[in-house]
């Protein structure tokens, strides 16, 4: 049974929602501009004491977005705080506004145009099961170590940030980052999913 959902979960969301890594390197964004946007949103998402889900569902719009059409350079940050904000109304209870997070001014109008394209280029499909929702997975079926869930953690944030992992599975991102996690910190083998799943 839980085979059977992590199966339906993954191939049917997170394969369909992952960017196109070659169709980025034809963009304007580059891996190192992306890096640099990426660590700027985790500052923010800090800041704002958001949810670790709206951190990653942010790059995957982000990621998505820039797969899909070209953006300027000096459209950066306001793509950069449309995906924050998007992504805080898609995860959080209470949602800052882009006004909150954009330190440049930008008019109203140009927010909302930069919205609205946003929302018609990712095709409304804002729906993703990001890494932390498979680390759950994991976490539970191992019997939910908090040390080793708490670091993987941080490296899922790590290797969000790092380029190269675009257009990875979020669950073998999650996957990956808890079985180094409990390398590290001598906790002994682990069966990787789905077999650990069970039937």
């Not at 997170?14 to 992306?34: Q, V």
């Not at 350079?73 to 705080?81: D, R, S, T, Y």
């Not at 440049?104 to 499909?125: F, G, I, K, N």
Request: hydrophobic fraction near 45%; aromatic fraction near 12%; charge should be positive.
């Amino acid at each position: 049974m839980a085979t059977r959902f992590f199966d339906i979960y993954e191939n049917e969301r997170s394969a369909k929602l992952l960017p196109d890594i070659y169709c980025m390197a034809n963009h304007s964004i580059s891996i190192p501009i992306r890096s640099v946007l990426v660590k700027w949103v985790a500052q923010v998402h800090h800041g704002l004491h958001l949810l670790p889900e709206t951190f990653f569902l942010s790059v995957n719009y982000l990621d998505r977005y820039f797969s899909r059409t070209w953006v300027s350079f000096q459209e950066l940050q306001l793509c950069g705080a449309i995906a924050i904000a998007l992504a805080a109304k898609y995860e959080e209870r209470r949602c800052p506004r882009v006004r909150d997070i954009v330190t440049t001014t930008y008019t109203l109008d140009e927010v909302r145009r930069a919205e609205s394209r946003m929302l018609a280029v990712l095709q409304y499909d804002l729906g993703w099961p990001g890494p932390m929702c498979f680390l759950r997975i994991i976490s539970a079926v191992d019997s939910v170590d908090r040390e080793a869930y708490s670091l993987a953690g941080t490296f899922l944030r790590m290797i969000t940030i790092d380029g190269r992992f675009v257009g990875s599975r979020a669950s073998l991102l999650a996957a990956g980052a808890y079985c180094l996690a409990r390398l590290i910190l001598r906790k002994g083998p682990w069966v990787c999913f789905p077999s650990a799943l069970g039937s």
